[in-house]
């Protein structure tokens, strides 16, 4: 051997030789302790109260606003390629919002017939149903109002299980509050169990939701953008590392079934704190409408491909710890996991 090469073997050790196992791309696939499954995936549906709207979203590319009636055409090609579940959000446009939100548990509101309709068509479809006040009360905050334009925190709470009961007595096998009230899960418990669905309903808690710049498609989406002011009194700090682990221990403490972190990819770190705090309980990451619009400008602008881009970013997450994502692309992995 040339004397550069006989080097190079005897810094060579067996422990060296790492790409004999992933050579193959079916090796590949069992070097991940866990993969993307059809049954991690829950698609985040917008239901508006016109019954025959199908209405594009611009900031989201390939998503809709749907009337109760177009249910049955949107669901059931995904349902038969496999979706299992949805999370339902209510884009009320014809309602009367208050400073109380009473919109969000109207019996004739988009939600709560969108929860029976999707029961009556696809009785084994899992639907959470998105619990907040944003879309329904004419300030856009997520919580119930002082003079002054804080938050008071005991009535919010009050109103937000109010509404998590009657979406879980329409019939949602779960309900996600997204509005970051302190005391919210334990209220909401108490109220599933007072209903006796204690038993019945998941309580998925946006446990660690931060006060993102990235939600931003989706309050297009939604029309819950706020009137004045943020979300920063409630929504956490992005750099909050050690209040998202506080939120964690303190939503599983309070009840919570499901343990949510949101966004996800710039929080793969807190996703991980979580695995680790809550290892019993599922865990939940949303992939929220900024991730999914920046990774299809990237694609557009020619930065990677899209699939083999969305694929990597779930991955991350599923390394990270996450058992169950909340995802805009759900009908594609839907379509590229056969
Ligand atoms: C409402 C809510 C928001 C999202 C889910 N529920 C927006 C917000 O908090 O302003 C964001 C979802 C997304 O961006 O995809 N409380
Ligand atoms: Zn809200």
Not at 122 to 149: K, Q, R, S, W
Not at 297 to 321: C, H, N, Q, W
């Amino acid at each position: 051997l040339p004397p550069a090469l006989k080097k190079y073997k005897h810094t060579m050790d067996i422990s060296s030789i790492l790409q004999g196992g992933y050579h193959h791309p079916l090796a590949r696939t069992w070097q991940g302790k866990r993969q993307l499954t059809k049954s991690m995936l829950m698609y985040p549906i917008f239901i508006t109260d016109e019954p025959d709207a199908s209405v594009e979203i611009a900031s989201l590319p390939g998503q809709r606003r749907w009337g109760i009636n177009k249910l049955e055409g949107f669901l059931a090609p995904l349902v038969r390629k496999g979706l299992q579940s949805v999370i339902l959000f209510g884009v009320p446009t014809k309602c009367e919002k208050d400073m109380r939100g009473s919109p969000a548990d109207d019996a004739s509101g988009p939600v709560i017939l969108a929860i029976k309709k999707i029961r009556q068509l696809f009785p084994t479809l899992y639907i959470a149903c998105d619990v907040c006040l944003c879309e329904y009360t004419d300030h856009g905050h997520c919580g119930l109002l002082n003079a002054d334009g804080s938050i008071d925190n005991a009535p919010s709470v009050e109103r937000i299980a109010q509404v998590a009961v009657s979406y879980a007595k329409a019939g949602a096998h779960c309900v996600a509050p997204s509005d970051m009230m302190d005391g919210r899960i334990k209220a909401i418990k108490n109220g599933l169990i007072e209903a006796k669905l204690g038993n019945k309903c998941t309580l998925m808690s946006y446990s660690a939701k931060f006060a993102s710049c990235m939600y931003g498609p989706f309050r297009d989406a939604a029309g819950s953008a706020p009137s004045f002011g943020d979300r920063k009194c409630y929504q956490l700090p992005p750099a909050a590392k050690g209040l998202a682990r506080r939120a964690i221990q303190r939503d599983t403490a309070e009840g919570a079934d499901i343990i949510m972190v949101k966004p996800a990819l710039p929080y793969l770190d807190v996703i991980a704190d979580a695995a680790e705090l809550a290892p019993d309980h599922p865990l939940a990451c949303y992939q929220v409408s900024g991730e999914f619009a920046m990774i299809h400008a990237g694609a557009k602008a020619g930065v990677y491909d899209l699939r083999t881009m969305a694929f990597e970013a779930v991955d991350s997450m599923i390394r990270a710890g996450a058992t169950l994502i909340l995802t805009y692309f759900t009908p594609d992995f839907l379509e590229w996991l056969d």
